[in-house]
């Protein structure tokens, strides 16, 4: 459907910004969850390493968060708290590590998100409550103060900003972001407005894992324990994709969300619905040129690539793999981001190390960058970003 007919239609069902009342209807696409495959290395189309370079001003334990933008990596070192900026072939470029205690350092980076609209980096910190705005090469620009603790902050595609809610409501002073997941913010990160009611208000300190950030201004978000991924532009809200279950697991009805409590240390209703047979929503989601992929929380992570030319979805479930499991880990554990219809992941050494035990695994490997990558791996190397693509089935699994 031409996207112009498709929000034509959807704006008979658009959330209202006045009263916060979803209407019932969906006309967007649904897509179906399916039974899993136990081999995701059958569907692996291609797949590339990229090693990035090690200096001494570009040294990384580990890669938190990774986004591409305008061929670059900026990737998030959580124990350093920097941001680190390499070339698409891995070249070291720059970092960002303004750590500190002065007006323009951040003390801790808590949220992290490129801006492709304008080619900035956007950096939070919930200790000193400010955002810090940086360009792609890495030079600070602006400094804004923030009236809450956030972690999932993004470009509106104007001049404006877009909280996401993360963590819980105790941060938020607005009464209207205390019960919304969007809100609206002007250039100065001062509310504005607020759309899509909470699911649930019994959960504390939950954070989706990412949202989704295009360079036409839109934004993809699937909020946590909610069966539709919602599509946002122009400070407006539209459901786009809704799941069906067709599977063998278990999903969450309108009253189990309501019900979901998670306090640490005293309950967690997501581990007794995950071990029950359950996969839960736990607001992830990268639109890709053809495809969209999402995660789900199982016993382990639960993934899903829908296919939209074919309307076909591929479900691997991490618990259930009976194949090729610690390669396949390799690509499914963490990935960060996507170009065209091209994913990029970076194992961490835990899983590095699970592949270099597997003795068997790595010499039935097909020769590649990545096998070479592996038999000649050092402990003092920057990680390995993966490279690869997915073809999903014609026929469902």
Same mark, same amino acid.
């Given at each position: 459907?031409?996207?112009?007919?498709?929000?034509?239609?959807?704006?008979?069902?658009?959330?209202?910004?006045?009263?916060?009342?979803?209407?019932?209807?969906? !006309?967007?696409?649904?897509? *179906?969850?399916?039974?899993?495959?136990?081999?995701?290395?059958?569907?692996?189309?291609?797949?590339d390493t990229i090693r990035l370079e090690t200096t001494d001003d570009a040294l990384i334990d580990q890669v938190l968060k990774?986004?591409?933008?305008?061929?670059?990596?900026?990737? /998030?070192?959580?124990?350093?708290?920097?941001?680190?900026?390499?070339?698409?072939?891995?070249?070291?470029?720059?970092?960002?590590?303004?750590?500190?205690?002065?007006?323009?350092?951040?003390?801790?980076?808590?949220?992290?998100?490129?801006?492709?609209?304008?080619?900035?980096? /956007?950096?939070?910190?919930?200790?000193?409550?400010?955002?810090?705005? $940086?360009? *792609?090469?890495?030079?600070?620009?602006?400094?804004?103060?923030?009236?809450?603790?956030?972690?999932?902050?993004?470009?509106?595609?104007?001049?404006?900003?877009?909280?996401?809610?993360?963590?819980?409501?105790?941060?938020?002073?607005?009464?209207?972001?205390?019960?919304?997941?969007?809100?609206?913010?002007?250039?100065?990160?001062?509310?504005?407005?607020?759309?899509?009611?909470?699911?649930?208000?019994?959960?504390?300190?939950?954070?989706?894992? !990412?949202?989704?950030?295009?360079?036409?201004?839109?934004?993809?978000?699937?909020?946590?324990? &909610?069966?539709?991924?919602?599509?946002?532009?122009?400070?407006?809200? $539209?459901?786009? $994709?809704?799941?069906?279950?067709?599977?063998?697991?278990?999903?969450?009805?309108?009253?189990?969300?309501?019900?979901?409590? +998670?306090?640490?240390? *005293?309950?967690?209703?997501?581990?007794?619905?995950?071990? !029950?047979?359950?996969?839960?929503?736990?607001?992830?989601?990268?639109?890709?040129?053809?495809? /969209? $992929?999402?995660?789900?929380?199982?016993?382990?992570?639960?993934? /899903?690539?829908?296919?939209?030319?074919?309307?076909?979805?591929?479900?691997?479930?991490?618990?259930?793999?009976?194949?090729?499991?610690?390669?396949?880990? +390799?690509?499914?554990?963490?990935?960060?981001?996507?170009?065209?219809?091209?994913?990029?992941?970076?194992?961490?050494?835990?899983?590095?190390?699970?592949?270099?035990?597997?003795?068997?695994?790595?010499?039935?490997?097909? *020769?590649?960058?990545?096998?070479?990558? +592996?038999?000649?791996?050092?402990?003092?190397?920057?990680?390995?970003?993966?490279?690869? &693509?997915?073809?999903?089935?014609?026929?469902?699994?």
């Open positions: 459907m031409n996207r112009k007919v498709f929000f034509s239609i959807m704006a008979v069902i658009l959330l209202s910004c006045a009263d916060n009342k979803p209407r019932t209807e969906f !006309s967007g696409t649904t897509i *179906e969850i399916v039974n899993p495959s136990d081999d995701f290395m059958n569907f692996v189309a291609d797949y990774m986004r591409i933008m305008n061929g670059r990596f900026f990737i /998030l070192n959580a124990k350093s708290n920097k941001v680190f900026i390499f070339t698409e072939e891995g070249k070291f470029i720059n970092k960002i590590s303004d750590m500190g205690q002065g007006p323009n350092e951040y003390i801790s980076i808590t949220g992290f998100e490129a801006d492709p609209v304008h080619n900035k980096i /956007l950096i939070s910190d919930n200790f000193s409550r400010r955002l810090f705005v $940086y360009n *792609e090469d890495g030079r600070q620009e602006r400094v804004i103060p923030l009236g809450f603790n956030r972690e999932h902050i993004a470009s509106d595609g104007a001049d404006g900003f877009i909280n996401f809610f993360s963590s819980d409501n105790e941060g938020y002073s607005e009464p209207e972001m205390r019960k919304t997941c969007i809100h609206f913010l002007d250039k100065d990160c001062r509310f504005v407005s607020a759309q899509l009611p909470m699911e649930t208000q019994m959960i504390t300190r939950l954070s989706i894992r !990412s949202i989704d950030c295009h360079a036409d201004g839109s934004i993809y978000y699937h909020p946590v324990l &909610s069966d539709i991924i919602y599509y946002v532009k122009d400070r407006e809200v $539209y459901p786009y $994709y809704k799941f069906h279950n067709k599977s063998n697991y278990r999903m969450l009805s309108e009253k189990d969300r309501k019900k979901m409590t +998670l306090i640490f240390g *005293e309950r967690d209703d997501f581990k007794e619905k995950q071990q !029950s047979g359950y996969i839960v929503p736990w607001g992830d989601v990268i639109d890709m040129e053809n495809y /969209l $992929y999402t995660i789900f929380e199982g016993i382990e992570d639960v993934h /899903l690539f829908y296919d939209k030319r074919t309307g076909k979805s591929l479900v691997i479930d991490s618990y259930k793999l009976s194949k090729n499991k610690n390669i396949s880990n +390799l690509f499914l554990k963490n990935i960060h981001c996507a170009k065209g219809d091209v994913f990029y992941s970076s194992p961490n050494s835990y899983r590095l190390d699970k592949v270099l035990a597997d003795n068997k695994a790595l010499v039935e490997m097909p *020769e590649s960058k990545l096998k070479k990558y +592996l038999q000649n791996t050092d402990v003092d190397d920057n990680p390995l970003i993966i490279s690869f &693509s997915v073809k999903v089935p014609e026929v469902t699994q």
